[in-house]
């Protein structure tokens, strides 16, 4: 036999004992296999009971077990016919409900409702994680439990550069709480060093406003100088790139011509301050010399 057979069958068991009990008014409708042990224990075996009772008189049955071969009979005498009316309120224990001492019998019986501090739990679907930590429920077999759901309170929480996400801790939350940012804009203006813009501490960034370049600063993408047609030692920027010129610098270039043996000067490449250029000597003794 299977452990869950078993225990379905040991479920049977409890479930016809526990109808037996209600019935006899000995168990409750959740009592476990040991307490309806105990109740069922509890039963007193009266055997035969018999009695004779007289006009006007009542005789209480004595609770417990009978084999069904006692007798109750009425003698003569008395004479006491008065009947009582008398309420009762249900209650987790079948009760028996009898004329007090001085009434012949009852004549009517009135069941009150269930008290509203009892409550058919049956369709209890809570569970002790559903419940918060310490808070006492009864479940749906009318046994009582102890929630145990976290109670986290008043959870804050600021987001920043460094801390960026938050995690929801699982249980009650009193709703006090919150997360939140605190955004701030900054300026900046360009370098010609990289810039790296971050928050200050515990604070999001919101905008960060780049200012124009400063005046000192020019485009020389359309620059279109060469090494050699810049002076030598002079600098200049051409197209983002710094260029030290080779250009000559020949000062003030001063030649002198006679006409007969140099009758021509070269001007050297570079820049030149100014000169002149003469035609000189004694032309008549050149003449007179060829």
Known sequence: MSIQSEIVRLQTARNTLRTKGLELGISGSSDKLDALATDFSGIQNQGAVSAQVKEGETYTIPKGYHNGSGTVSGVAGGGNYSLQSKTATPTKKQ?????????????????????????????????????????????????????????????????????????????????????????????????????????????????????????????TDDATAQAGEILSGKTAYVNGTKVT????????????????????????????????????????????AI
Do not use: C, W
């Open 95 to 219: 009760q028996n409900v009898t004329p007090d001492d001085g009434y012949y019998g009852l004549s009517d019986v009135t069941v009150a409702a269930i008290p509203d501090q009892f409550q058919d739990v049956s369709s209890v679907t809570v569970a002790p994680e559903e419940v918060l930590a310490n808070k006492v429920f009864v479940d749906s077999d009318g046994e009582v439990q102890t929630g145990t759901m976290p109670n986290n309170g008043t959870v804050t929480k600021t987001l920043d550069a460094a801390t960026t996400s938050m995690t929801i801790a699982k249980g009650y939350h009193s709703g006090g709480g919150g997360v939140k940012v605190v955004l701030e804009e900054k300026s900046v203006t360009p370098t010609e060093s990289s810039q790296s813009v971050t928050p200050t501490s515990g604070k999001v960034l919101s905008k960060v406003t780049v200012e124009a370049i400063p005046a000192a600063y020019i485009t």
């Open 245 to 288: 010129g080779t250009m000559p610098n020949n000062g003030d270039v001063s030649e002198e011509m006679d006409g007969l043996t140099v009758t021509s000067v070269d001007i050297p490449a570079g820049f030149t301050s100014g000169g002149t250029v003469t035609l000189g000597g004694d032309i008549e003794e050149a003449l007179a």
